[in-house]
Structures are given as structure tokens and as C-alpha cells.
């Protein structure tokens, strides 16, 4: 099936650097997201993103944090400063329409594990 | 505010059993829920999804039950396998890019 690549797979900074985390989507996919999960509990959702732009934010998308794709590469997720409770897994999804739908299926990457130090 | 809630946290079963898993919600504009089942190591996957103007969706061993009146839902493994052991979350959404997943429930399938 189609396949969401996410780089790295694991990631230790000390707090307060910047980190990135790079996300491949699928390729004709046009709406892409970010969630956060500890101890392999709840998904929890972070940002969508569509056509260059923010769609919708959680609150626990903080000042901090910001995505991007420029030019159709990678879509990344920028935390600067890191701080301690931003380490979890984060995930990258992408649908090639609405995601709440039910026509169109969120697929996910095998996430990036971010330890914060 | 959880939006998602899901019953209980973790499920054990012997083979062969059928393996319940509850999930409730508050907000009355979803109204498409997915359910995805997760593996250690690895990100969600689309299991099976319902939308509000049904009460049933079957696919093989794998059904939802949808009651909107109680904001419930219920998904039922009959014949549960080993190589179901993972953690299912229960999903909704109003319809937008917004999907709220609920806490989850962990599966475990004894042999």
C-alpha cells in the first residue's frame, strides 16, 4: 500500500536546540498532518496542512513548533527551542483528500521518536 | 477536554474469543468514525470506518456497531488471533481534516 517515510526514526537533542523532522508523504497526496503520541497512548493531533498553509492547529501546537513544504519535498515539523515534554513520537500522515472523510484514508509513517534531554 | 473515549484501556482474550472494544464521544458533529489498529514500532493503519447514517459495518471478522442517539460505538473481533495483539484506536471526525483519536485500547490475544 502507499507509503508515508519518515526521517529519522529516532532523535536526541539537548533542550533547547532546534530539531527538525522530516516526513515523505505519498506522492499524489495533497493534505498532510502531524500528531504526537506518548508511551504509546493517545494520538494526539498537532496540524493539518493543505496547499501551503495551515488548516487547523491544536493546542499543543505551540509557538514553538512550525511546518513546511517547500516546493513539494520534504513536509517537516521544526520545534525551536526544544523543550522536555516534547519528547514522544511524532507522527506524519497524509491523505490525498479530506482526512475526516470517508472516502479518504489517513496513512501514517512509523513515526520519529524525539528525546529531549 | 477528552473528546474520544474508549473502554477499557486493555483487553485480554484467549483465541478464538470475540474481543469487544468500546468507544464514546461528545462532540455531535462527527460524524465519520475510522478505527485504527496499531503495532508496536509502527504508525496506525485503517482498520474499518462508519459513517453516522449507519448502525453496522461488517468487514470478515471485524464489525462496528454504532448506536448516535448514545454517542457509542463498539468494534467486535469474533474469532480473535494472536496476530490481532496490538492497540486499536477509535477515531472521529466532523467531516474535516480534524481526525480525534480516542485513548485507545490494548488487545491482547492469548494462544
Known amino acids: 500500500g502507499p507509503k508515508v517515510l519518515q526521517i529519522p526514526s529516532h532523535q536526541i537533542i539537548d533542550m533547547g536546540q532546534m530539531v527538525t523532522l522530516n516526513c515523505d508523504p505519498v506522492s499524489n497526496h495533497l493534505y498532510f498532518y502531524w500528531y504526537k503520541q506518548i508511551l504509546g497512548q493517545q494520538m494526539e493531533f498537532l496540524v493539518n496542512f493543505y496547499n501551503g498553509k495551515v488548516m487547523e492547529k491544536s493546542k499543543l501546537f505551540k509557538d514553538q513548533f512550525s511546518v513546511e513544504r517547500p516546493d513539494g519535498s520534504y513536509f517537516t515539523l521544526k520545534i525551536q527551542p526544544t523543550a522536555l515534554e516534547d519528547s514522544a513520537v511524532y507522527f506524519c500522515?497524509?491523505?490525498?483528500?479530506?482526512?475526516?472523510?470517508?472516502?479518504?484514508?489517513?496513512?501514517f509513517g512509523s513515526g520519529t521518536r524525539l528525546t529531549v534531554l | 477536554q477528552q473528546q474520544v473515549r474508549q473502554s477499557p484501556q486493555s483487553l485480554t482474550v484467549w483465541e478464538g474469543e470475540t474481543a469487544i472494544l468500546n468507544c464514546s464521544y461528545e462532540d455531535s458533529t462527527f460524524n465519520y468514525f475510522p478505527w485504527y489498529q496499531q503495532f508496536p514500532g509502527e504508525g496506525p493503519a485503517l482498520l474499518i470506518s462508519i459513517r453516522s447514517v449507519s448502525d453496522k459495518k461488517e468487514d470478515g471478522r471485524f464489525t462496528i456497531f454504532f448506536n448516535k442517539r448514545e454517542k457509542k460505538l463498539s468494534l467486535h473481533i469474533t474469532d480473535s488471533q494472536p496476530g490481532d495483539s496490538a492497540t486499536y484506536f477509535c477515531?472521529?471526525?466532523?467531516?474535516?481534516?480534524?481526525?480525534?483519536f480516542g485513548t485507545g485500547t490494548r488487545l491482547q490475544v492469548l494462544p
Open positions: 477515531a472521529a471526525s466532523p467531516n474535516t481534516n480534524k481526525v480525534v
Open positions: 500522515a497524509s491523505s490525498y483528500g479530506l482526512g475526516g472523510s470517508s472516502a479518504e484514508t489517513l496513512y
